[in-house]
């Protein structure tokens, strides 16, 4: 039996792998099932959608998968829509649903759902839902709410944004900012952090130091800065700052 299997599975191989490279006319472009060992020893191939279950071994890839994946390393070079449960999660486009990678979630395009990661990383476009990240969360634009070490958006976030050690915003934020050091460019809403750190301020900083170059709000904290202060005329003050 055991002998009979493996005279299977290297047929297998051999027949995939032969089938990928020569180059012969596929009778199909879509199958609800997709199995193998490691791309492009798999069915059917890689240039091939799923529509279904994506079982693919230590390595698929495939365009595009709808339904549910599940592997070590599951990449599509196109869209994903459901569930998909590998080690390591790589998507070239579009991705909605659920990513859950115990070591990473890498789209090139646009998320919607869930990741759940040690590392999440959503280049090019927006970002909506929930992530949790053991140590990064990395979008261009995030909308929801995460959780991680480390939160840093290249250019927008709105939501809850909760860092064990930082968030970090290079443009416009809005909503709850929750971290020992909360940096932003313009923030709106209400930072809770060791420091806060932000270019412009509107609402309300809370923290062992809170510092603004422009402040519309008010600041709680043992030092408080406000670079620009027509009012008051004075960088630095103890205990609470306020400016409207």
Same mark, same amino acid.
């Given at each position: 039996?055991?002998?009979?299997?493996?005279?299977?599975?290297?047929?297998?191989?051999?027949?995939?792998a032969t089938a990928e490279d020569s180059g012969v006319d596929r009778a199909w472009n879509w199958s609800p099932i997709g199995?193998?060992?490691?791309?492009?020893?798999?069915?059917?191939?890689?240039?091939?959608?799923?529509?279904g279950l994506r079982f693919g071994g230590?390595?698929?890839?495939?365009?595009?998968?709808?339904?549910?994946?599940?592997?070590?390393?599951?990449?599509?070079?196109? &869209?994903?829509? /459901?569930? =998909?449960?590998?080690? $390591? @999660?790589?998507?070239?486009?579009?991705?909605?649903?659920?990513?859950?990678?115990?070591?990473?979630n890498i789209v090139h395009g646009h998320f919607e759902g869930i990741q759940l990661g040690t590392f999440n990383i959503v280049y090019s476009e927006t970002t909506l839902g929930l992530q949790v990240g053991a140590l990064l969360n990395y979008n261009v634009s995030f909308a929801g709410v995460q959780v991680s070490a480390l939160n840093w958006e290249t250019t927008k976030f709105s939501g809850l944004s909760v860092g064990l050690l930082a968030n970090v915003v290079k443009e416009d934020a809005a909503g709850f900012a929750i971290a020992p050091i909360n940096c932003m460019n313009r923030f709106v809403g209400f930072e809770l952090g060791a420091i806060n750190?932000?270019? &412009?301020?509107? /609402?309300? =900083?809370?923290?062992? $130091? @809170?510092?603004?170059?422009?402040?519309?709000?008010l600041q709680i904290g043992v030092l408080n800065l406000v670079c620009t202060d027509p009012l008051l005329n004075v960088p630095v003050l103890p205990i609470a700052n306020a400016s409207f």
């Open positions: 039996m055991k002998k009979s299997m493996m005279v299977a599975a290297i047929g297998f191989a051999a027949f995939a199995v193998g060992i490691a791309a492009p020893i798999q069915l059917p191939f890689t240039d091939t959608d799923i529509y230590f390595f698929s890839r495939n365009n595009d998968v709808y339904g549910i994946d599940g592997g070590v390393v599951g990449m599509n070079n196109g &869209e994903f829509a /459901g569930v =998909q449960a590998n080690v $390591f @999660n790589w998507s070239s486009k579009d991705v909605y649903g659920i990513q859950a990678g115990p070591l990473a750190l932000a270019e &412009e301020c509107v /609402g309300f =900083q809370l923290g062992f $130091f @809170n510092a603004a170059n422009s402040l519309s709000g």
